[in-house]
């Protein structure tokens, strides 16, 4: 019997690794062992109240069926306002898409502006999501590296020197993952410059846009400089900032002409987000800023907790991140690599983390932490770090 093949396009499929690091610590408890978790984002906290009973009421009265498939006007409303309020422009309703979630916008937009063999620079160490929806596309990714040095920032003086004649989009993901490094203004000004020198996209990831801990740090939208009407394409959802990452609900912002076409190319794929779990995110938008400011708080004690526990262990280095929730401490002195480190922590000290290099080749000398468990079980992953490694 003849073997059927599958597509050119499934053999680039790559997925997110720490999904598969997940699935390996949950075999390891079924077998008895004890599992802390610091592999995936996905925040602890329960989606608050008023956003569950919005989403019943909306059950109750019937928004059970077909929606516009660009999103209820509700939501895209509520949005437009929100942006308004945190990025200083205003969108009109024809730049807004909802979408399931944040990752499918970076699916969405550069499916409807890259072609095979275009280049898309991206930040390294990045998301995951980036190199894998780039690979099974047909793109090239290259990459800026997003230095310790530089507290993690992009530069715009790296990203010039790899502009090339292939160039379609720049990535920034500021603050971002798996660094928390937040990109000043001054260097998301001069890139954004670039861009429009160079006739570029720019594709903003902003998921972690509310998760900003610093006094000096400032969150500066690079989108406010064209108000997306020109090149700039904003990613977002509710998923960190609300904890909703399984609502699987987000909106984005992009020029109208683009919006038309990931539009139809959602509709294709999805028809339409569900109505009940957008007037969900409509009460979370219109909540107070207390709701999320709360979780933030204890973030950044759990943030400080987790950065002076790696710091005291034989090896470790941490630098204090600006944003978002992962610490990406640097191994190079225990003289182990990053996918040894990993395997030790899960093998012999029970914590699961991501190894630096599935986020890029210059993520390779470190490990991912993300700190959306308690303040105990962080504490418990440093005690046990400390009898391996001190």
């Known amino acids: 019997m003849n073997e059927l093949n599958l597509s050119d396009s499934s053999s680039r499929l790559i997925g997110q690794k720490m999904f598969q690091i997940l699935a390996k610590a949950q075999e390891l408890e079924k077998l008895g062992k004890s599992i802390?978790?610091?592999?995936?984002g996905d925040p602890d906290f329960a989606t608050n109240d008023q956003i569950i009973l919005a989403a019943i009421e909306s059950l109750k009265m019937g928004r059970t069926h077909y929606e516009n498939s660009k999103g209820a006007l509700e939501l895209r409303l509520k949005s437009a306002e929100v942006t308004e309020r945190s990025r200083g422009f205003k969108p009109d309703?024809?730049?807004?898409?909802?979408t399931p979630g944040?990752?499918?916008?970076?699916?969405?937009?550069?499916s409807c502006i890259a072609n095979a063999g275009d280049e898309i620079i991206v930040p390294d160490p990045g998301f995951v999501s980036y190199e894998a929806i780039i690979s099974y596309l047909g793109l090239s990714s290259v990459?800026?590296?997003?230095?310790?040095?530089?507290n993690f920032s992009m530069m715009a003086s790296d990203v010039a020197s790899l502009i090339t004649k292939k160039t379609k989009a720049i990535i920034i993901n500021s603050p971002g993952n798996p660094t928390g490094g937040i990109t000043p203004r001054d260097e998301l000004e001069k890139i954004f410059e670039l861009a429009r020198k160079n006739n570029l996209?720019?594709?903003?990831?902003?998921?972690?846009?509310?998760?900003?801990?610093?006094k000096t740090a400032e969150f500066f939208s690079i989108a406010s400089i064209d108000a997306c009407k020109e090149r700039c394409i904003l990613i977002n959802g509710?998923?960190?900032?609300?904890?909703?990452?399984?609502?699987?609900?987000?909106?984005?912002t992009a020029p109208s002409f683009l919006t038309e076409?990931?539009?139809?190319?959602?509709?294709?794929?999805?028809?339409?987000?569900?109505?009940?779990?957008q007037m969900a995110a409509v009460k979370a938008l219109s909540l107070d800023k207390s709701v999320a400011g709360d979780m933030i708080k204890e973030y950044e004690h759990r943030r400080n907790i987790l950065v002076s526990g790696l710091n005291s262990i034989s090896g470790f280095s941490c630098l204090l991140p600006e944003g978002a929730f992962y610490a990406f401490p640097n191994i190079t002195k225990t003289g182990l690599t990053d996918e040894q480190i990993s395997e030790i922590l899960l093998e012999k000290c029970g914590?699961?983390?991501?190894?630096?290099?599935?986020?890029?080749?210059?993520?390779?000398?470190h490990i991912r932490f993300s700190y959306v468990s308690g303040i105990e079980k962080i504490e418990e992953a440093i005690s046990r770090m400390k009898t391996h490694f001190n």
């Open 93 to 98: 309703v024809s730049q807004l898409l909802v």
């Open 238 to 252: 509710l998923s960190k900032a609300y904890a909703m990452t399984g609502w699987r609900i987000g909106v984005m």
């Open 201 to 214: 996209f720019i594709l903003s990831d902003e998921i972690y846009a509310r998760i900003i801990y610093s």
């Open 102 to 110: 944040a990752n499918i916008q970076i699916f969405l937009a550069l």
């Open 36 to 40: 802390l978790h610091f592999e995936i």
């Open 351 to 365: 914590i699961a983390v991501v190894p630096g290099s599935y986020f890029g080749p210059n993520g390779k000398n």
């Open 261 to 277: 076409k990931m539009g139809l190319l959602l509709e294709t794929l999805l028809s339409s987000v569900p109505g009940f779990i």
């Open 143 to 150: 990459k800026v590296p997003i230095k310790e040095e530089n």
